[in-house]
């Protein structure tokens, strides 16, 4: 883990609601591991006082670099919104908490994402085509407009769809690949986006007998389990859903198996 003042390269308009900011920080980005985040603050500003936690989105292949998604919500990305390179800086601390967890034989896995949610799995991603593993993407948002990294997972040749909720279909993002599962084995799934999609997910790969995990979106303020802001309860025991225990996301987490934290 590293605090680093991180030159902006460029923060530029990605897709809809969504903005794409990307620092030079080499050591952060040499460190960071899929599903892991950043905690950022822009350079001279005390407005908001705390930090603000990010999914880091792609990591530049020489790794000196890092990119976040963001959307405009409060004081906090305004600002970041703002910062521009040549003179603009970050106040980054990274890469910080658990990631994704890639099995070592996988030669086949599943990545499903909503909203914003989808930022955590580029990285991800990338370290799967870099390894030569299948992905399956499936992607879905309140809009076209705010779907995020079609783009990065097609252009590997991975097999993506796409579900809005301006579509007239109805149904969930993941109801063809619960589908697809009961002809196709998969080694590992992962999921980022709302607790209905990892109970879906959850399903299948309890069904197929493999891991599936969920990086949680949660306030993580310090980042490393100091303030206790980020605290949730997950199970401890796989058979036995009454054994529980409290724990920081920030620190613990982000990624959780799905067992951990679906509740009966």
């Avoid at 906090?76 to 910080?96: F, N, Q, S, W, Y």
């Avoid at 914003?116 to 390894?131: N, S």
């Avoid at 995990?213 to 949730?232: L, N, P, R, S, T």
Wanted: net charge negative.
């Amino acid at each position: 883990m590293e605090q680093i003042l991180a030159p902006v390269v460029f923060n530029r308009h990605l897709t809809g609601d969504y903005w794409l900011l990307e620092v030079e920080a080499p050591n952060v980005a040499a460190a960071l591991r899929p599903g892991q985040f950043v905690n950022i603050r822009i350079e001279g500003s005390m407005s908001p006082y705390l930090r603000r936690p990010f999914s880091v989105y792609r990591v530049s292949t020489d790794r000196r670099r890092l990119q976040v998604a963001y959307k405009i919500i409060g004081e906090g990305t305004r600002l970041m919104k703002e910062t521009m390179p040549a003179d603009g800086r970050c106040d980054v601390i990274g890469p910080l908490g658990h990631g994704f967890s890639l099995p070592t034989n996988a030669r086949r896995i599943a990545v499903i994402g909503r909203g914003i949610g989808i930022a955590a799995l580029p990285t991800l991603v990338d370290e799967a085509a870099m390894r030569g593993i299948e992905v399956h993407a499936y992607l879905s948002a309140r809009t076209r407009d705010n779907l995020v990294a079609e783009d990065i997972f097609a252009a590997y040749g991975f097999p993506v769809f796409t579900h809005t909720d301006e579509q007239a279909t109805g149904g969930l993002v993941t109801d063809p690949l619960v589908k697809l599962s009961q002809t196709m084995q998969f080694d590992a799934f992962y999921v980022c986006g709302s607790n209905r999609l990892a109970r879906a997910i959850h399903g299948i790969a309890t069904a197929q007998g493999v891991p599936a995990e969920i990086a949680m979106e949660q306030h993580m303020a310090c980042g490393f389990g100091d303030c206790h802001g980020c605290v949730i309860k997950i199970n401890t025991d796989r058979d036995n859903l009454e054994e529980s225990a409290l724990r920081e996301v920030c620190f613990h987490g982000p990624v959780f198996n799905t067992w951990e934290v679906l509740h009966a």
